[in-house]
């Protein structure tokens, strides 16, 4: 978990030799560590910067890269409208290099992955696993966008959790 995380790496190859025997994915991991399976998402989740929807595509690539996501939320008024990731934008940078006068919503997911705040660890890397993502975004009753639910999360999570406060102390 330690150099996924140093390398921000959702996945690292085995490999024996020069021959590739298979893959380590960080959500494989997460599920095998000890963690309370009933921890919420509120405990485990980044809270990235954002984009609205006119933003331009080339704005949300320079968040990205700058802060280093693979996806970030796009909001209007703080309510969740989709996600954008770097995966989107070099699809779109495929059909034409210059991403001048596109705006965000032209290649955003519009129906990407939620979880609650209360969601469980179990309930969230199941609900990863289902829909093949690597992320999901965590919004309250109202849709508005309260933070995102990362692989890289959950295993900084499991490798450092978080110290209980005990009585008495």
């Known amino acids: 978990l330690g150099k ?3 390398h921000n790496m959702p996945e690292i190859p085995v490999v024996e030799g020069e021959h ?3 893959f380590i994915k960080m959500r494989a991991l997460a599920k095998r560590r000890k963690i309370p399976l009933m921890a ?3 405990h485990f989740m980044v809270a990235p910067p954002s984009v609205r929807l006119k933003d331009k595509i080339i704005d ?3 968040k990205l890269i700058t802060r ?3 996806i970030i939320p796009v909001t209007f008024n703080t309510v969740l409208k989709g996600l954008i990731s770097r995966r989107d934008i070099i699809h779109r940078m495929r059909d ?3 991403l001048d006068g ?3 919503e032209t290649i955003m997911n519009f129906a990407p992955l939620t979880v609650e705040p209360d969601d469980s660890v179990f309930k969230t890397l199941a609900q990863m696993e289902l829909h093949g ?3 999901a975004a965590v919004v309250d009753e109202k849709t508005r966008f309260l933070g995102l639910v990362t692989s890289t999360s959950l295993a900084r999570m499991m490798q450092y959790p978080a110290e209980r406060q005990h009585k008495g102390s």
């Open 60 to 62: 949300a690539a320079e």
């Open 102 to 104: 596109f705006s965000v």
């Open 40 to 42: 919420q998402a509120r």
């Open 133 to 135: 993502e690597s992320s």
């Open 4 to 6: 996924m995380k140093q």
């Open 68 to 70: 280093d996501y693979t």
């Open 96 to 98: 034409d290099p210059s």
């Open 20 to 22: 590739l025997r298979g």
